[in-house]
């Protein structure tokens, strides 16, 4: 029917909360929503039952087979942001923005590379569980490892409001609610069974979660083919419309990099492709896996889906960019509404459903593993810091406890803190996490020369880089602005490249250390 | 210096370059040393005694090589706007053609492929796994499989 009134020229609606009012189909969705909720409270209740240790609950019992190792790390890496972000950054700024999903045309291959076989072996002879417990018995360093468990907790409590924002506003689409009640519902969910089942249900519900989020992509985009008439006529509709004349701008809206500069896309590639090994959600997912054989398959596996995960970004910021400039739509009010329009205006209840669904799927992904390895910061690292260590039923417990206060710390970020609160919050994300952690990881455990020194440098300044050029930009103080911001200088890009050199000029600076043997069979094997 | 050592001054060298290509906003600087950084870190990861082996070394170059003459022609070919829509492969521009099928879906294909084809000979052998067991005495050279 929309599909029959586009072609009749009429301008389809594009403000969500006119288009969710008008919505007839809106029953079935929110049905199919519920219905995906109920499967994964389900899921949850089973992991929880099988959770018997801290182990189980944090590296799920070393237990996982290579597809769910897989399909984790995909639906964790490409959270709420593919889905909803994405599109619009398209649909903002053109082709460009899929640079930030075509580093996965080497960042797996990165993480398996360099980190994934160290992490496997490390985890066969010490007690590791968390990146930093990694930083500790490389560097045998207490300073660089609770810095590095600081930086975790602390990061990755305040990434996750911006996550539980995205679902909130998801859910108060689907089922007519505020903002806060949508937040409210997620944190529970994702709670019941992030604490229940730790990271055994977080991988299994992972599982459902990426399969529904690849098949869901590859419709979406055929759909957006479909409706603009082919790939070739929806970039001609932008290239060619009169409103980017200007400058070429349509012309460059569809080309490789967009309207921005290259350097600019370039550096997005860049940071996520390298600064993958710095992510401590993905890094931790190592230690998980049951036979380090299968680490054989894992990288083309978590690379396709990711592949096809990204199509949907693009059909959709170009379908809607096009309908738009063609008069077929009305302008976004906001880019972010480019996935809910395109649903609500182009597709059928069932799809919407599964698609809004699949977008749930994918925050919640992401916010159980960073719920997961906040807890096992608290209930490991900072102990260590004052030279103690729970025993497994008390990390069990406190495990649990802290998930459920991380939890909720997150979703009073989220629902008090303004808009502009949370893009700063946000800027806490994943470009401090590659600079923080990406050198001593990476460069540490494939360089012995590498020394503690260089470790506890390259992580403090990371941090600190990090956090200071990132809130001074989100501030606009004059300093930046008049520096590196006058530059267009990406944030990311240069404290991860200032950390990598701090770690290898002060690693070069001081003295070697003697690797223990059994570390040192980790590094040469 | 030893093997990893020369490569991680290497690795140093092209970070700075990227530095310096960020502060004079050099694209081709950026876009040589951005994928020259990437490339030496999955060697680094993949280095065996100092050394790279043949086959997965000499893939992952080559696709190297090709993803940084796909980024120069691109950046050659949108110099000139009007350029970019003169020519189209299945629908999309052609230098946003070669971003999607060239630098996106053909390297991520043969960069993880070759990791899973090789992976028995270049990147864990059972003999370097039967070294590991060896010097930590653990049994990872047996799988769960093999010892059910």
């Keep these: 029917m929309k599909l029959l009134m586009t072609l009749l020229t009429d301008t389809l609606p594009s403000d969500p909360a006119k288009l969710v009012a008008d919505y007839k189909g809106m029953p079935l969705t929110a049905g199919i929503v519920i219905f995906y909720l109920l499967i994964v409270l389900a899921i949850g209740y089973w992991a929880t039952k099988k959770t018997k240790s801290s182990k189980d609950f944090f590296i799920a019992g070393k237990q996982i087979g290579p597809i769910a190792l897989a399909l984790a790390a995909f639906s964790a890496t490409l959270s709420g942001w593919l889905f909803v972000g994405a599109p619009g950054l398209v649909y903002t700024i053109g082709t460009g923005a899929m640079w930030f999903t075509m580093s996965t045309a080497v960042a797996y291959t990165i993480l398996w590379a360099v980190t994934g076989k160290r992490m496997r072996l490390l985890v066969e002879i010490r007690d590791v569980m968390t990146v930093s417990d990694a930083i500790y018995e490389r560097f045998n360093s207490r300073f660089a490892s609770v810095l590095a468990g600081v930086a975790t907790l602390v990061g990755v409590v305040l990434y996750l409001a911006t996550q539980l924002l995205a679902m909130g506003v998801i859910l108060s689409y689907v089922f007519g609610i505020s903002v806060t009640a949508g937040v409210a519902i997620g944190m529970v969910i994702t709670l019941l069974y992030a604490i229940g089942g730790g990271m055994l249900a977080g991988i299994y519900t992972d599982v459902f979660q990426g399969t529904m989020m690849a098949v869901t992509s590859i419709v979406i985009f055929a759909i957006a083919l479909s409706v603009g008439d082919g790939m070739e006529n929806i970039t001609n509709a932008i290239a060619h419309s009169t409103a980017l004349a200007e400058g070429g701008l349509g012309f460059k809206f569809v080309g490789p990099f967009g309207i921005l500069p290259p350097i600019a896309i370039m550096s997005f590639f860049f940071l996520l492709a390298l600064g993958i090994v710095g992510q401590p959600h993905l890094v931790h997912k190592f230690f998980m896996i049951k036979d380090i054989k299968k680490l054989r398959h894992g990288a083309f596996l978590t690379t396709m889906p990711a592949i096809i995960a990204g199509l949907l970004s693009f059909g959709v910021g170009v379908l809607i960019k096009s309908q738009v400039l063609t008069g077929n739509l009305e302008p976004l009010l906001k880019a972010d509404d480019a996935i809910t329009v395109f649903l609500l205006n182009y597709t059928t209840p069932v799809l919407t459903g599964l698609a809004f669904a699949g977008i749930a799927s994918a925050i919640m992904s992401t916010a159980d593993s960073f719920i997961n390895i906040a807890s096992a910061a608290a209930v490991r690292d900072i102990p260590l810091a004052f030279g103690t260590k729970l025993n497994e039923k008390e990390e069990l417990k406190w495990g649990r406890i802290t998930a459920l206060v991380c939890g909720v710390i997150s979703v009073v970020l989220a629902v008090g803190l303004s808009s502009e609160g949370i893009a700063l919050l946000g800027a806490f994300g994943y470009g401090t996490f590659a600079a923080a952690l990406a050198p001593a990881i990476g460069l540490g455990y494939n360089w012995k020369r590498a020394t503690k020194e260089g470790a506890a440098a390259s992580i403090g300044l990371g941090l600190t880089l990090g956090i200071v050029l990132e809130v001074s930009k989100s501030l606009k103080l004059a300093w930046y602005l008049n520096s590196l911001g006058k530059l267009g200088v990406n944030n990311g890009v240069f404290s991860l490249s200032i950390s990598v050199i701090v770690f290898i000029v002060v690693s070069m600076l001081t003295k070697q250390e003697k690797i223990d043997k059994d570390i040192d069979a980790v590094m040469s094997c | ?148």
Aim: aromatic share 12%.
């Design chain 2, 1 to 148: 210096m030893d093997k990893n050592t020369k490569l991680v001054m290497f690795i140093l060298a092209s970070t700075i370059l990227l530095v310096i290509s960020q502060l004079t906003k050099n694209s081709t600087l950026f876009a040589i040393a951005m994928m020259v950084i990437i490339y030496s870190w999955i060697f680094l990861g993949s280095l065996k005694d100092g050394k790279l082996p043949k086959v997965l070394g000499m893939t992952w170059f080559a696709t190297m090589c090709i993803m940084i003459a796909s980024l120069l022609a691109m950046l050659e070919i949108v110099k000139v706007p009007e350029n970019i829509v003169k020519s189209h492969v299945l629908g999309f521009p052609l230098p946003t053609a070669i971003l999607f099928f060239v630098f996106w879906i053909f390297a991520g294909i043969v960069n993880t492929a070759i990791f899973s084809i090789r992976f028995k000979k270049d990147v864990l052998s059972d003999q370097w796994l039967n070294e590991f067991d060896k010097k930590t005495g653990s049994n990872l050279s047996i799988s769960d499989k093999e010892a059910s």
